[in-house]
């Protein structure tokens, strides 16, 4: 059960979490997915200037478990990544809503109604897991 679910975020049901800041949009994984995949060893985000397509993988997150592709929660231009986590990806584990990994320029604002709210991600872990 995930109990850690910031209100203030919005989520995927690919536990990736995104703060909607303006026509910009931050994005992590939750701490139920960084829980989920254990000790975090190493990521791959795209670079600045990379263009995402809603639901398109845009990244890896590797822990000591397994391998977990990374789903874009909105189409848009990635304006910043998170240089800090390149050599300590293991931050994630530490904080997962502080360590975000990349920043989205937001290029259709409707796609924005696709995320769940934070009752209705707790919902959905929930139920599937």
Excluded: R
Excluded at 60 to 71: A, H, P, T
């Amino acid at each position: 059960m995930a109990t850690n679910i910031p209100a203030n975020l919005k989520y995927t049901k690919e536990h990736e979490w995104a703060l909607v800041e303006g026509d910009t949009v931050t994005v992590g994984i939750t701490d139920f997915a960084q829980s989920a995949l254990g000790d975090i060893v190493f990521l791959e985000v795209p670079a600045v200037g990379t263009d995402l397509k809603i639901g398109s993988t845009f990244g890896v997150v590797e822990s000591i478990k397994s391998v977990s592709d990374l789903y874009a929660p909105i189409t848009g231009e990635v304006v910043g990544k998170n240089t800090d986590l390149e050599g300590s990806p293991e931050k994630i584990n530490e904080d997962a809503y502080g360590s975000w990994l990349i920043k989205v320029k937001v290029k259709d604002a409707s796609e924005l109604n696709n995320l769940l709210t934070a009752e209705q991600y707790q919902e959905f872990c929930n139920s599937s897991h």
